[in-house]
């Protein structure tokens, strides 16, 4: 069977190239994220600032193309939003580690105090 253009998969060019970039990028922000949390833990002695910047330009230049389709527009807000939820959670937490006030582990669990008493 000829796999043939209508109207409504005319607009769509290139939404498998933009699906597989999202992946790409999607599966780079989770390696930058577990790089992060080795970071904070203490487990990595460098941030991994050069993925993140790599990462960060890549999305910046996903997020200012046009798209065809209202289903990769919202795939690529949802990707950049999540980008900027990370990048304002590292960067305080890089605040508090510069300022000496950032413990690894104090507050990961619900519920959990900090002082050891209670619970």
Known sequence: MVDRKT???RGVQGSQ???ALLNDL???????????EMYFTGQEKRPPLLAMDALSRDIRKLSTTGY??????????????????YKSLWDRQMRKFEEGTF???VGAAPGR???????
């Open 103 to 105: 413990r690894p582990g």
């Open 68 to 85: 065809a389709t209202a289903t990769l527009r919202f795939k690529v807000q949802n990707l950049v939003s999540r980008f900027n939820q």
């Open 26 to 36: 999607e599966r780079r922000m989770q390696q930058v994220k577990r790089s992060y």
């Open 113 to 119: 105090n900090p002082k050891g008493k209670g619970r």
């Open 7 to 9: 109207s409504l998969t």
């Open 17 to 19: 190239a933009t699906n």
